[in-house]
């Protein structure tokens, strides 16, 4: 997945597709990012990503951790998803924490913290 330019990241963003970055699951982005809602979508760049893979990302700039989404930090100007520690902090993340069944709802969504694949930097 990944992105092809900066204009395919702020019409992801747009809609809230722009994975991690907050909005939903469209566009694969850096490392689930977790945007914050005041984002302006013309502030994502399509750029090079962390991992050393060629697969390009959305990133949006920062100044400091202050301008980045709940689950970010600033990482050399471009804000970071920060990463999970156990399933709790995941489900936070994806939105689904404490979540109960009922007859209305039978089932709930589960998440589970995993550590990136050993073979992401290889990645074509």
């Known amino acids: 997945m990944g992105c092809q330019s900066d204009r395919e990241c702020i019409l992801a ?3 809230g597709q ?10 694969q982005n850096a490392a689930p990012s977790s945007s914050s809602s005041n984002d ?7 750029l090079s990503n962390d991992d050393g893979s060629k697969i390009k990302v959305c990133k949006i700039p920062c100044e400091n951790d202050g301008s980045c989404g709940q689950f970010q930090v600033c ?5 970071k998803f920060v990463g ?3 399933d709790e902090e995941c489900r936070a ?4 924490a404490n979540q109960t069944t009922s007859d209305a709802k039978p089932y709930v969504a589960t998440a ?5 694949p050993k073979d992401a930097a290889a990645a074509p």
């Open 13 to 15: 963003a747009s809609r």
């Open 18 to 27: 722009v994975a991690g970055t907050g909005g939903g699951t469209g566009t």
């Open 40 to 46: 302006d979508p013309r502030l994502y760049k399509c």
């Open 75 to 79: 990482d050399a100007g471009y804000c």
């Open 84 to 86: 999970c520690d156990n």
């Open 93 to 96: 993340y994806l939105g689904i």
């Open 112 to 116: 589970k913290c995993l550590a990136p």
